[in-house]
């Protein structure tokens, strides 16, 4: 099946800071991925839609400004947590929709972000 | 608006055992697709099974098969011969087409037992 893969696995930063994480599909192209943030014991929560070529649609209570999302290409998109706090450590996790008639999503390994 | 609801958040199976779980889910689209997701320990999401909402016989893949009752909107997985390796978090997800989204449940913690 499809391939998305997601780097860094895990990042710890200083509180203040900016981090980015890109989310690549391999052997498919995307026009659109999906941005999910996952506290422990818990669901997938939608953040946002990274839209190639166009500005990303945000969830309701999603700071646009705080998570900065890019889809410069049809394989890569990127969420950059700005002037990160403690409280935006999570799990944060893409994925990107099959080609086609499949309708099945294809989601990246996840990255651990730690803010310190 | 979508939703999926799981009211079990933790199970728990023995070994070869047989395990139901349950979802619900609320919709207003008609055609529509169901999923359930596995994430175990190392939290990548797999793929389960799914079933596409205009097929009225339920989907089955090896020891994995979903009850869909459509008027009922319920969409049940089984777990038959749980395996150790089927220890992990398992997500309903509903989909439909115009917004590409995938909608969760909040998850049930399965645990399979030696």
């Known amino acids: 099946g499809a391939v998305v893969s997601q780097h860094p696995s895990r990042v710890i930063c200083k509180s203040g800071t900016s981090v980015k994480i890109e989310c690549r599909s391999l052997?498919?192209?995307?026009?659109?991925m999906f941005w999910y943030r996952q506290f422990p014991k818990q669901s997938l929560m939608l953040m946002a839609t990274?839209?190639?070529?166009?500005?990303?649609?945000?969830e309701q209570g999603v700071e646009k400004d705080k998570f900065l999302i890019n889809h410069a290409s049809l394989t890569l998109s990127t969420l950059t947590v700005t002037s990160a706090h403690p409280e935006d450590s999570s799990f944060y996790i893409c994925?990107?929709?099959?080609?086609?008639?499949?309708?099945?999503?294809?989601f990246g390994p996840g990255t651990r972000l730690t803010v310190t | 608006a979508q939703t999926v609801t799981q009211s079990q958040p933790e199970m728990s199976v023995q070994e070869a055992e047989t395990v139901t779980l349950s979802c619900t889910y609320d919709?207003?689209?008609?055609?529509?697709?169901l999923f359930w997701y596995k994430q175990p320990p190392s939290r990548q999401m797999i793929l389960v099974i799914r079933?596409?909402?205009?097929?009225?016989q339920n989907a089955t893949e090896n020891r994995f098969s979903v009850n869909f009752q459509k008027a009922a909107k319920s969409f049940s997985l089984k777990i038959s011969d749980s395996q150790l390796g089927d220890t992990a978090m398992y997500f309903c997800?509903?989909?439909?087409?115009?917004?590409?989204?995938?909608?969760f449940g909040s998850g049930t913690q399965l645990t399979v037992l030696p």
């Open positions: 079933q596409e909402a205009y097929k009225q």
């Open positions: 997800a509903h989909y439909y087409g115009s917004a590409r989204q995938l909608t």
């Open positions: 990274s839209n190639e070529g166009s500005k990303a649609t945000y």
């Open positions: 052997d498919f192209q995307a026009t659109t």
């Open positions: 994925s990107a929709p099959g080609g086609g008639m499949s309708y099945e999503q294809y």
């Open positions: 919709t207003s689209e008609s055609n529509y697709y």
